[in-house]
């Protein structure tokens, strides 16, 4: 993978292999995107880390696609072929642009858009995502939410 999302997940202490691959990846060049409240080891390596305040995991999510959408770096080909309701969705997400929610999750606009950025234009890019995110009560959400 060229990006990495990673979630509520601490890879290097949890999952050592996966964690040194991804960390050496990093060290290669590839960009790197945490999402979580603490300052993990491959959050400080990250090009955008986002210490997303406890249980706003949805809004930070939402906010994340409805910048992926709003800047055009969406695969319409992919869409039409594989996907359905997708305007529905991203109707949805437009009420969650970062300037929007933000304040609420504790972290800025800007850094929510940057990381947008570096998911949506690696290619290929992966996304993990741990207890650190499934382990709250709208953890079920906030896993579609990712998947959406």
Not at 14 to 41: C, F, M, S, Y
Not at 53 to 58: L, Y
Request: charge should be negative.
């Amino acid at each position: 993978a060229s990006a990495f999302l990673i979630c509520g997940a601490n890879p290097t202490e949890n999952h050592p292999v996966v964690g040194a691959r991804i960390k050496q990846a990093v060290l290669r060049g590839a960009q790197l995107v945490v999402i979580d409240p603490r300052r993990t080891e491959l959050a400080a390596l990250a090009d955008v880390h986002l210490p997303v305040r406890a249980g706003s995991n949805v809004l930070l999510f939402n906010a994340l696609a409805a910048a992926i959408i709003e800047e055009g770096w969406v695969d319409r080909t992919f869409l039409s072929e594989r996907v359905i309701g997708f305007d529905t969705f991203a109707a949805h997400v437009a009420h969650y642009a970062p300037e929007s929610v933000a304040e609420r999750c504790g972290v800025s606009a800007p850094a929510i858009r940057a990381a947008a950025g570096i998911y949506a234009k690696g290619q290929p890019a992966m996304c993990f995502h741990g207890l650190g995110v499934t382990e709250h009560l709208q953890g079920s959400e906030a896993v579609m939410a990712l998947i959406n």
